[in-house]
C-alpha cells in the first residue's frame, strides 16, 4: 500500500465519521480517487508536503525493511517515521527494531495506534559549575524552558536521537526530572548519559495487505517550513485547477505531512499566508501526519 493510499483511507474514514457519511472508494488513480455516495461523489486528490524522494538507496532500504517486517508482523500496517529519523540498518539493530514493532502491532486492533519505544541515549555534557542553563540540541528542544533554570551549573544536552516523544504528558514530565537529578550528579567535563525511548507510531489499518513506511530521508527532512510554503502553494494551485473541472459535487485536497506530531505541523500557518482564491472551489483540504487528520479546511458543521 503506497503512502497515498494510506492517506486517502484516512482521510475518508474521518471524512465518514465527523460528517456521517457513507463515503467508499468508486475509482482510483494514481493521486487521487473518486468515491460515492449515493449520488452524491467526491474528487479527492492526495499529494506529499515534501518529494517524492529521489533517494534510490534509501528507497530500496525503505523496500527491504518492509519487506522484513511484513514477514514478522501479521496484518496490514502503516508505520509513520519521525521527521530526522533513519531507517534501521544493520544487526542486531534491525532485527530488535522489528521485535519491538511485532510485540506492539500484534496488540492494536483495526484503525488503533500507538508507538514503539525504541531505546535510545541523551547526553548531558556539564561544561561548568557556573549559571543554571541547558542549551539544548535535538529533539527536546522545544521544551528547554522547563528544565533550564532548574539545574545547578552549565550544561549542554545533546537529544539528537530524539525525533518523537510519546504523547503522554507524563513521560516528558519524568524525562524532564531525570534530566533535573542527573545534572547534580555530573562533574564539569563529564558526560552522562540518560536512557529513554524515541517513538515511532505504528497503525493498524485494515483495507490492504503489507506493511507500508511512511517517511522521507533525514536530510529531505531539515528546514522543513521554508519546502512546505513553497510546496503548498504549488500544490494549491495545481489540485485546483485540476478539481475544479471534476464531475463531482464535493472537492477534497488531501495533504501528507511528515511531521515529528501533527501538534507541530506547518502547514495551518503557511495556509493563512495565502490568498483564499488560490484554494476556492475546494470543499475540504486536509493535512495527514503520523497517522491524524487534520482538516485545515472544511465546510461549516
Not at 500484534?106 to 541547558?134: A, C, Q, W
Not at 472551489?281 to 482538516?295: I, N, Q, R, S
Request: hydrophobic share 40%; proline share 6%; aromatic share 6%.
Amino acid at each position: 500500500m503506497s503512502e497515498s493510499s494510506v492517506a486517502l483511507h484516512l482521510f475518508l474514514r474521518w471524512l465518514n465519521q465527523t460528517h456521517e457519511h457513507r463515503f467508499h472508494m468508486a475509482e482510483r488513480s494514481e493521486s487521487g480517487a473518486m468515491a460515492i455516495e449515493d449520488s452524491l461523489r467526491l474528487a479527492i486528490e492526495v499529494r506529499p508536503l515534501l518529494g517524492p524522494t529521489e533517494s534510490g538507496e534509501w528507497l530500496a532500504a525503505r523496500e527491504r525493511i518492509g519487506e522484513e517486517i511484513a514477514a514478522a508482523v501479521p496484518g496490514p500496517i502503516a508505520i509513520w517515521l519521525p521527521a530526522g529519523a533513519d531507517l534501521p540498518a544493520g544487526e542486531p539493530t534491525t532485527s530488535e527494531f522489528i521485535e519491538h514493532l511485532r510485540e506492539t502491532a500484534v496488540k492494536l486492533g483495526p484503525h488503533e495506534r500507538t508507538f514503539v519505544p525504541l531505546p535510545i541515549n541523551l547526553f548531558l555534557r556539564k561544561s561548568s559549575d557556573g549559571g543554571s542553563v541547558v542549551s539544548t540540541t535535538g529533539g527536546l528542544n522545544p521544551h528547554w524552558a522547563r528544565f533550564t533554570e532548574r539545574v545547578r551549573g552549565t550544561f549542554d544536552l545533546d537529544s539528537t536521537r530524539l525525533h518523537r516523544l510519546p504523547e503522554s504528558e507524563e513521560h516528558l514530565e519524568s524525562l524532564i526530572e531525570t534530566i533535573v537529578e542527573r545534572s547534580g550528579r555530573v562533574e564539569v567535563g563529564r558526560i552522562a548519559e540518560i536512557e529513554t525511548v524515541d517513538a515511532w507510531t505504528v497503525q493498524r489499518l485494515e483495507e490492504s495487505e503489507g506493511v507500508t513506511i511512511v517517511g522521507v530521508p533525514p536530510l529531505e527532512a531539515q528546514d522543513m517550513g521554508l519546502a512546505v510554503r513553497r510546496n503548498l502553494r504549488r500544490i494549491l494551485a495545481d489540485v485546483t485547477h485540476e478539481l475544479r473541472g471534476a464531475d463531482a459535487g464535493l472537492k477534497a485536497l488531501v495533504l501528507l505531512g511528515y511531521y515529528p506530531r501533527i501538534e507541530v505541523e506547518g502547514a495551518s500557518i503557511a495556509m493563512r499566508g495565502f490568498s483564499p482564491a488560490l484554494y476556492s472551489g475546494l470543499d475540504f483540504v486536509c493535512l495527514v501526519a503520523d497517522g491524524l487528520v487534520k482538516p485545515l479546511i472544511q465546510p461549516p458543521a
